[in-house]
């Protein structure tokens, strides 16, 4: 899907390594990472799936945020649930 969206291989690879590790990063602990936002803005953004945190603010609808290649994380800035597309992650610390 990201290789598709980005309309090339190796970047399609490169981020979904960066996914990969921003999900550990998000399901373990607080996360530091950037994306761009529709807009074409930057983001930096602080959040968290750790399930002590994020479970209380659950409202779930039944549809994973996999199925449209996008990640949900609680930011824990703002205390709201936010997402991003896939390919649009820059960077994670």
Do not use: P
Not at 32 to 50: L, N, P
Not at 80 to 89: A, H, I, T
Request: glycine letters at 8%; aromatic letters at 12%; proline letters at 0%.
């Amino acid at each position: 899907m990201i290789a598709t969206r980005t309309e090339s291989s190796e970047m399609g690879m490169i981020k979904a390594m960066m996914i990969d590790l921003l999900k550990t990063k998000l399901a373990n602990g607080i996360a530091h990472f950037i994306f761009k936002k529709k807009d074409g803005s930057y983001r930096e953004a602080w959040g968290t799936t750790q399930s002590n945190i994020a479970n209380a603010k659950i409202n779930g609808r039944g549809v994973s945020r996999e199925m449209y290649a996008t990640t949900a994380y609680f930011d824990v800035e703002c205390g709201q649930w936010r997402s991003f597309r896939w390919e649009n992650l820059i960077q994670v610390f």
